[in-house]
């Protein structure tokens, strides 16, 4: 059973336009949820996270947004770029039960910017 | 930039060979994490460790086996390989929250 769910295996979006990458959660006890960003034959990097207590983090072109009624987040990159084309993937992680916690991932966006 | 080291970052070797997959990190981190992963697919937890001398199976159910003699080195170790092994291997390790990934091995398994 998949606790983080990415249900958009592919995006193309415009060079210059707004890229919005969705993932939702069944788990409500993450704690912070995190996307990556992977290149083939790379290891993934870290892009941006979130605490479950803001709905919101910014960094730059990339913001997160979470909505913990809908057990939904979603990374908007903003103006997109032709080297943001990558696959991107949500994780979560949770700290509950004195647990240490191990990230869990979704099976990934891949994202393609055209010029 | 993270310091965490894979070798080799390609492998092609023939079943029922024994292969080892290198991780190392400078970065002190207590916490390190072996996943698979296959094209268009999710990261699949196969190990991981909390501190030397600790290691735990993850969510995948995997043959392969690691070690933490050392807080830096974490390897994963493969008896005997088989075609059904071949994936992308991703070595992590972790302090708080963010987990800082290796470059991967690819390992072809004919």
């Known amino acids: 059973d998949q606790q983080v769910k990415q249900n958009s295996p592919s995006l193309s979006v415009q060079e210059g336009r707004i890229s919005i990458l969705n993932c939702d959660y069944t788990?409500?006890?993450?704690?912070?949820f995190l996307w990556y960003k992977k290149y083939p034959a790379e290891g993934p990097t870290f892009l941006i996270s979130?605490?479950?207590?803001?709905d919101k983090n910014e960094d730059g072109r990339f913001t997160v947004f979470l909505n913990k009624s809908a057990k939904h987040l979603s990374l908007h990159i903003v103006p997109s770029q032709p080297g943001d084309s990558a696959v991107y993937f949500c994780a979560a992680i949770g700290f509950y039960g004195g647990s240490q916690g191990n990230l869990i991932f979704g099976k990934g966006t891949k994202l393609s910017v055209k010029p | 930039e993270a310091d965490i080291y894979q070798t080799p970052r390609y492998l092609v070797i023939g079943t029922g060979k024994k292969i080892t997959l290198e991780c190392s990190q400078t970065m002190g981190h207590d916490k390190m994490y072996w996943y698979q992963q296959d094209p268009g697919m999710e990261l699949h937890l196969i190990h991981y460790s909390y501190g030397v001398n600790s290691t735990e199976k993850g969510d995948l159910s995997s043959e392969s086996t690691v070690s933490r003699i050392r807080t830096e080195h974490f390897p994963l170790t493969l008896e005997s390989a088989r075609p059904s092994h071949t994936s992308q291997y991703l070595c992590a390790s972790r302090w708080s929250t963010e987990a800082f990934f290796g470059q991967g091995t690819r390992l072809t398994v004919v």
């Open positions: 979130i605490s479950s207590i803001k």
């Open positions: 788990n409500s006890m993450f704690d912070y």
